[in-house]
Nanobody, 115 residues
Framework: QVQLVESGGGLVQAGGSLRLSCVASGMIFSINAMGWYRQTPGKQRELVATITIPGSTDYADSVKGRFTISRDNAKNTVYLQMNSLKPEDTAVYYC?????????WGQGTQVTVSS
């Protein structure tokens, strides 16, 4: 059974940084694309960043130049380095594999950015 466990969220002031981690189990991590999504109350979950098997990355326009997704296949872990955080980045961040419609999700980690 695939399990994704996120960590690293918290409260940070605007302009600060956080690094989220997501450890995967129950799957062959190295052959799966991974993604980070986020959701705020009353809004749909939105894609933040993805990383493919060869390591190609893609980002939502709102986080380009501030966030960096990376992966360590030896540790079955995907990271999201978040710099220059803004209050509008406040959300629950979710790790995903397999895509938004049929994929697997972690439990989420709360990120709160104060102004």
């Amino acid at each position: 059974q695939v399990q994704l466990v996120e960590s690293g969220g918290g409260l940070v002031q605007a302009g600060g940084s956080l690094r989220l981690s997501c450890v995967a189990s129950g799957m062959i991590f190295s052959i799966n694309a991974m993604g980070w999504y986020r959701q705020t109350p009353g809004k749909q979950r939105e894609l933040v960043a993805t990383i493919t098997i060869p390591g190609s990355t893609d980002y939502a326009d709102s986080v380009k130049g501030r966030f960096t997704i990376s992966r360590d296949n030896a540790k079955n872990t995907v990271y999201l380095q978040m710099n220059s955080l803004k209050p509008e980045d406040t959300a629950v961040y979710y790790c995903n594999t397999g895509g938004a419609k049929r994929g697997y999700w972690g439990q989420g980690t709360q990120v709160t950015v104060s102004s």
